[in-house]
């Protein structure tokens, strides 16, 4: 149990101080934390609504926040180049996720071409109506996403790593809330678009001193 916590650490460290040094980035995932909260409770309500909410806007503000916004530049502070970032990514990647939200936004598309292919992956409660048919259909593709690669983080890594990815991505609403909550702040009073990642330095040379 210790090693897995450890191994949830480093992975939840190594992603703030890799991809979050944007604070609209930051504050995109505070909103998509909050959401994704929101999707939690209404997964046991109504799982339509949960699907709903977890891709439009937890999923969208979250990777626009990414894909837009995050500085693809050298790091300095963490002495890294982008393509470096990508490459060691333990989770989705900026490819990986182009993949997936692809596959996500052909859904839709597909059914309204040819319903009955979309139909093969929903239960049969589900298909009265678009909204419904592919809101189901978007929540098994996230559960599909999720478990496709903590396969495969299984079969290039380790057990360790692939549990521990699953926890961090099921917990991250939770830990980003608490990262971030104070990201619009920093955003909107003090104008600082970069995140300084003081702790971030200082920890590296604690590291590089001992």
Known sequence: MKKLLKTLEIQ???????????????????????????????????????SLIAWLVAMTSRQAGHFFFEPKSYDTVNSATHDHKEEIKVGYNLHRKIVLLSIWALIPLIYLVSPEIVHVFVPKDYEYSFISTVGIA????GF????????????????????????????DPFHD??????????????????????????TLQEKEST
């Open 138 to 141: 978007w929540l098994f593709l």
């Open 12 to 50: 939840r460290w190594d992603d703030h101080r890799f991809y979050h040094h944007s604070r609209i980035n930051q504050s995109l995932h505070l909103i998509s934390a909050l959401s994704f909260l929101v999707s939690y409770i209404f997964l046991f309500i109504n799982p339509i609504y949960s």
């Open 144 to 171: 599909f996403g999720l478990f496709f690669r903590a396969g495969q983080l299984l079969i290039k890594e380790n057990l360790y790593t692939s549990i521990a990815w699953v926890l961090k991505i099921i917990t």
């Open 177 to 202: 809330v608490k990262l971030y909550y104070k990201s619009p702040w920093f955003l909107f009073v003090r104008r600082e678009l970069i995140d300084p990642m003081a702790e971030v330095t200082k």
